[in-house]
């Protein structure tokens, strides 16, 4: 193993389970919540959990989450935990690129996520939500989280890569991301080039993916157009030294940003409905958000009118806060890090777990009741440490698509409470701890029926 001790200083305390060599193993492959909601309890919010010869240090709670979301590129790195991005993102993309390079790309895609591209993002939402929904017919049974998926990609094709794509070309990009998204297996984290064939057909989905945007990029060069989109954002993006990225970054470019936000955005998007629906008080007070904002506009849904939704921003935010689906965000220590009278060693792991801090009782009171009034303005919890709620993680690699996937998420759920008569099937659905992104175990189902003055008939599109 390696040396683990740093002169003078002391370790944090260590958790262990069941039997020695693979019990932590075990515990850790059954259920990573369960180790480090046992590991606090026991432990306090720093203990260090070994699997094989990797030391893996928990931090729990807002004041030691500090360590994780201060801490700088050189002393906590990303790309050694998330490797296993780099058969889908790419090489020198992201993940795979040097520090300096990545913090360029990282800034290109900021520029496609700004607030003001929002404006336009969400009328794209809009229109594919309304096509969408209108498919759905008078009546019948869904499940949503099937659904949602299959809304949400359209909109990323179209608002990420553009009209081309989202009109000539969907069936076939459709069809490679579910290749590339298969092939990311658990497995993959610990392997991501094991010879399986799941990671053939992603390395095949992979190089199809960026011939087809190598196609439509030289087009748009060719043919001198601009499009009002993320892939036209990153064509025309330079680096510091004036290079622009290639085709090959652009496509990986693309793929990261579709990653980051698809599963996350359909599984909260379907935890909030699933949770609205069963919270009838709440459900009642949205709507009547809705009527009221929406009245003042004119019967108009766009960005100004969504921003003003505070009610359906809580209750996301409280859903986050009790189903995230990231429930472990890591780096890797590059430099020691002090907590308390402990020091976390190089090249340890240090963790945080979204899902067990929004569960702490110490920060979130009757932290197991979905209370979205909880985070309301003047309220005990707003004012809480800026790292007690973090959903969408913190820091410099706070999420940068938070704006997007609420405009997402408000719109899909606008649309529906405005058009259809709802009504949840059986009870609320388990988190799957098992899956690489923690969303509701299947079937989310719901029953719908089409309002007489439904939304959906008297929008008119152009
Ligand atoms: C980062 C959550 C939607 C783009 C993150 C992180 C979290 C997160 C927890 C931090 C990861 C870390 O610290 O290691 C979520 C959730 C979403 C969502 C819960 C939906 C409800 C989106 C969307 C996009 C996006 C829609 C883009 C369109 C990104 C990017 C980063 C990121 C680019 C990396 C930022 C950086 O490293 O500097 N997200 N995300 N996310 N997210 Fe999201």
């Given at each position: 193993g390696i040396a683990r001790e740093v002169k003078g200083q002391q370790l944090p305390p260590t958790y262990k389970e069941g039997l020695p060599l693979v019990g932590n193993l075990i515990a850790f492959a059954k259920g990573p919540l369960n180790v480090v909601q046992r590991g606090y309890q026991s432990c306090g919010d720093i203990f260090t959990f070994k699997v094989f010869h990797k030391h893996i240090t928990f931090l729990v709670g807002p004041k030691a989450h500090e360590i994780f979301f201060q801490g700088t590129d050189d002393e906590l790195d990303q790309n050694e935990v998330y490797a296993f991005s780099v058969p889908i993102f790419g090489k020198g993309v992201v993940y795979d690129a040097p520090l300096e390079k990545r913090l360029q790309q990282l800034r290109i895609m900021s520029a496609a996520l700004r607030p003001a591209r929002m404006y336009g993002y969400v009328d794209q939402m809009v229109l594919e939500a309304v096509q969408f929904f209108r498919k759905w017919g008078d009546q019948g049974q869904v499940d949503i989280l099937e659904s949602l998926s299959d809304l949400i990609i359209l909109t990323a094709s179209r608002c990420l890569m553009g009209r081309e794509v989202r009109e000539q070309l969907f069936e076939k990009v459709s069809k490679l991301y579910h290749d590339l998204d298969q092939g990311m297996q658990p497995i993959s984290v610990f392997?991501?080039?094991?010879?399986i064939s799941a990671h053939r057909k992603r390395d095949k989905a992979r190089e199809e993916m960026v011939q087809l945007f190598r196609t439509v990029i030289q087009n748009r060069r060719r043919r001198n157009v601009k499009e009002d989109d993320m892939l036209q954002t990153f064509m025309d993006a330079s680096y510091r030294d004036g290079s622009r990225p290639s085709e090959y970054e652009v496509a990986g470019l693309l793929i990261a940003l579709l990653f980051a936000g698809q599963h996350t955005s359909s599984i909260t998007g379907s935890w909030t409905g699933m949770l609205l629906l069963r919270n009838k008080d709440v459900f009642e007070r949205v709507k009547k958000e809705q009527d009221t904002i929406i009245e003042e506009h004119g019967d108009e849904l766009n960005y100004d009118v969504l921003s003003k939704m505070n009610l359906l921003h809580l209750c996301i935010k409280e859903t986050l806060r009790m189903?995230?689906?990231?429930?472990l965000l890591m780096r890797k220590v590059l430099k020691p890090k002090f907590y308390k009278e402990y020091v976390i060693p190089e090249n340890d792991i240090v963790m945080v777990s979204p899902a067990a801090s929004g569960r702490l009782e110490n920060v979130f009171k009757n932290p197991n009741a979905w209370d979205p009034d909880r985070f309301g303005p003047n309220r005990e919890e707003d004012k809480k440490a800026p790292f007690s709620f973090i959903g969408f993680g913190g820091g410099r690699h706070g999420c940068m698509g938070e704006q997007f996937a609420y405009l997402q998420i408000k719109t899909i759920w606008t649309v529906l409470v405005r058009s259809f008569d709802l009504e949840p099937i059986g009870d609320l659905s388990q988190p799957d701890y098992n899956a690489m992104v923690v969303g509701p175990r299947p079937p989310c189902l719901l029953k719908y029926r089409k309002k007489k003055d439904s939304f959906l008939d008297r929008v008119s599109l152009y």
């Open positions: 392997a991501p080039y094991l010879p189903y995230p689906p990231l429930i």
